[in-house]
């Protein structure tokens, strides 16, 4: 009994050290396997001139093959920390466009030796920041002329207010739109590209501070008149740009017609149209696509009334925005206003085209009925 049980142990043993020497031998093999494949790959070689001058600034070697442009951005900042990724452009040509940061470089039409140009896109700063200071602007500009600070007009309108309702309403017409933006910037916008040009900043700036204290001069100025049909092209307007907040003092609403009441009842309840459409799409882009995820699909219309505009355009939001701003033109009755709302509307159809040609190319069951900017026609 004990001589059998002794062969057992052995024979277990003798088993166990099999098995052993059987993993180690396929662990031996997998990593044979493995360096024969690192020793078959073949690495790329980059060289990346200066896209004006031609100069050689960095040669890189042995570059993996499935490096994507931002990795190959990281390597040249390494060489030239002041360049950083987001500074750089890189491109196959001079005159080209720049490549993607996710595109791979054996995907690339090029050889195991590439040439690649670079330009220098200047200081950056982040989208985040960027629209911070085009909203903020606006706001503090209109806030200024709107309280009548001393040296804006005549010293003897320092701090008054303007008797016109209109006025009042323009305000918070302006004040919630800009309010709205900079609640969209930091809670709902996803930027697809992370910065921007520093020049670009400033350009920018000066074009929304600029319009802002122009409109704002005219709309608060003592002589301004309200508009040529009173409250009911004011009230018309307020069903276009729409507001949560309307003033009307207690002897305004005793010299009010029964006509002109049930028209402003009627507006109350639909108020928010433009702006909330406009919020409403920007809350449909943002969910398009999850944290994290590069999958791109195009929008579509949601259960949200508001969102069945894409069924129409592609761009839906710079809809409800030009409609906001001809709305503030038809309410305020002003020249600056309606010149700001043509050069918005000449911008945000040169976007929307853009977007539209980038959905149509990219997605090949692309709704054929949908338009850039404006339904069946533009």
Known sequence: MCVRNKCLCVNVCFVR??????????????????????????FFEVKILDAKTKEQLCFLDKVD?????????????????????????????????SLRDEEVLQNLPVGTTSTMYFKDLGPQLGWTVVFLAECIGPLLTYLLFYFRVPYIYSHKYAFTSSPYPVVRIAFACHTFHYMKRLIETIFVHRFSHGTMP??????NCVYYW?????????????????????????????????????????????SSTHECLTIRCEFLILMQMCELGNFSIHLTLNNLRGEGSRSRRFPEPTTNPFTWLFIFVSCPNY????????????MTQCLPVAFYTLLGFIQMTIWAK???RA????FKDYPTLRMAIIPLIL
């Open 17 to 42: 050290r099999l098995m052993f020497l059987g993993n180690f031998s396929l662990c031996a093999q997998r990593i044979q396997y493995q360096s024969t494949i690192m020793s078959r790959t073949t």
């Open 210 to 254: 600029g319009f802002s204290a122009w409109l704002a001069y005219y709309i608060n100025h003592p002589l301004y008149t309200p508009p040529s049909y009173g409250e009911l092209q004011v009230n018309y307007a307020l069903v276009i740009f729409v507001v949560r907040l309307v003033v009307f003092t207690q002897d305004q609403l005793r």
């Open 65 to 97: 093959p499935r490096s994507t442009i931002g990795d190959i951005k990281s390597l040249f900042h390494r060489a030239y920390p002041r360049w950083y990724p987001a500074r750089q452009a890189l491109m196959l040509d001079a005159k080209e466009k």
């Open 198 to 203: 520093l020049r670009t900043i400033v350009r």
């Open 319 to 330: 809809t409800y925005e030009l409609g906001a701003w001809v709305g503030f033109s038809i």
């Open 354 to 356: 853009g977007k539209h």
């Open 359 to 362: 959905y149509s190319r990219e």
